[in-house]
Every structure is written in structure tokens, then in C-alpha cells.
Nanobody, 127 residues
Framework: QVRLVESGGGVVQARDSLRLSCAASGRIFGTYAMGWFRQAPGKEREFVATISRIGGITYYTDSVKGRFTISRDNAKNTVYLQMNSLKPEDTAVYYC????????????????????WGQGTQVTVSS
């Protein structure tokens, strides 16, 4: 079992920045690829970013490329999402997720690929 706890959400203005953190406990953090998803009111949960278990490979959805950066610190069992130049359309509940893997290259983008989920943290961007 892996327990994931997100933090760092809040209310900001457009063009501001936020850094989300996701702390993991349980099994060895470095055996999981990690991802961030988000869900806006009335919409389905969507993929935002993913990072391989060692951290060498990342992948982003097009709408956040160049603005968001995913990173991880395996010594601290934590994954981060640095969000810059925020837009009102980034408003959502942000979830981190963990996908068990033995591959150093695995960067899943589908909801069903992930084994564990956090409870989410709200990000609200006002115009």
C-alpha cells in the first residue's frame, strides 16, 4: 500500500505560480512512476504530467507544456508540480497518483494505469 498526500494548493491570480507537493508513505517510493491529474467541476479527470520512477523521463499534456514542471525527490518520497503562468482554466482539484513499475522508462498517462491516488488539493486561479 502507498498513501499519497497532496499539499500546496490555494487561490491565486492569473500569471501567478504555485508548487504542489505529494508526499508518499508505504512501499519504496522509487518503484513507482508518479503522475499528476486534475479535475475541474463538471469535467472528467485529466492527465497533467508524469515522471518515471528514477526521474529521468517526464511527459506533459499539451496545455501545460512550458508552464508546468514535474519533479521528484526519491530521498524525500515526494513528487512536485511547479506551476507557472497559471491561467483560470487551470482551476481544478489536482491529484497525484502512483503506478507500480519495474521499468525506468515507464511514464503512464492514463487514469487506469495508476494504482494509488491522493485525496487532491484545490487550485483556483482568478482572472
Amino acid at each position: 500500500q502507498v498513501r499519497l498526500v497532496e499539499s500546496g494548493g490555494g487561490v491565486v491570480q492569473a500569471r501567478d505560480s504555485l508548487r504542489l507537493s505529494c508526499a508518499a508513505s508505504g512501499r519504496i517510493f522509487g518503484t513507482y512512476a508518479m503522475g499528476w491529474f486534475r479535475q475541474a467541476p463538471g469535467k472528467e479527470r485529466e492527465f497533467v504530467a508524469t515522471i518515471s520512477r528514477i526521474g529521468g523521463i517526464t511527459y506533459y499534456t499539451d496545455s501545460v507544456k512550458g508552464r508546468f514542471t514535474i519533479s521528484r525527490d526519491n530521498a524525500k518520497n515526494t513528487v512536485y508540480l511547479q506551476m507557472n503562468s497559471l491561467k483560470p482554466e487551470d482551476t481544478a482539484v489536482y491529484y497525484c497518483a502512483a503506478a507500480s513499475t519495474s521499468s525506468a522508462f515507464y511514464t503512464p498517462t492514463n487514469y487506469g494505469d495508476y494504482d494509488y491516488w491522493g485525496q487532491g488539493t484545490q487550485v483556483t486561479v482568478s482572472s
